[in-house]
């Protein structure tokens, strides 16, 4: 697969800016994205690289390319999450969905070992603002490489209120 964003200082994920996303209300109306599926042993993803490669892979055939990439993971369960990668248009062979709500968006910066505290400080953050959270995202918003060349492991997660 040839470099998506060669732009980047990296020639692969662009530099994240948690500016426009940290203590945010984010409104999707009806949101395209790819659908898939990777399989997790206790949330710890073991095809991830290969789901992406697969869909980013159509997605660019497709130039359904977006210029900020916003990927969306549902850790609907111990042993699989739902991933959603955001795209301009539909993509031949892909299976499509759509995601619409009002979202609160927070940015966490860490080793992944922490979810579970950003979990419960996203809880909180809800609770705060007297809304109900409906169902929770997380938006990955470098490969592991990237977040090292960086220096930066951003994690951003959206509550769906």
């Not at 999707?28 to 980013?56: A, C, Q, T, Y």
């Not at 795209?87 to 940015?107: P, R, W, Y």
Request: glycine share 6%; hydrophobic share 40%.
């Amino acid at each position: 697969m040839e470099k998506l964003y060669e732009q980047a200082e990296t020639g692969c994920c662009p530099r994240f800016d948690p500016g426009p996303w940290d203590d945010k209300e984010v409104v999707l109306d009806n949101r395209l994205f790819v659908k898939d599926r990777v399989r997790s042993f206790l949330h710890i993803p073991l095809n991830f690289g290969k789901v992406m490669v697969r869909n980013m892979e159509r997605i660019q055939a497709a130039g359904a390319v977006e210029s900020q990439p916003l990927m969306l993971s549902d850790e609907n369960s111990l042993w699989g999450a739902d991933i959603y990668i955001a795209v301009s248009k539909d993509v031949a062979g892909a299976e499509m969905a759509k995601i619409s709500g009002t979202f609160l968006s927070q940015v966490f910066e860490g080793p992944y070992k922490d979810v579970r505290k950003w979990v419960a400080q996203m809880k909180d953050a809800v609770a705060s603002k007297k809304k109900t959270l409906k169902k929770l995202y997380f938006f990955y918003t470098t490969c592991p490489k990237c977040a090292q060349a960086y220096g930066k492991n951003y994690v951003v997660l959206l509550a769906k209120v």
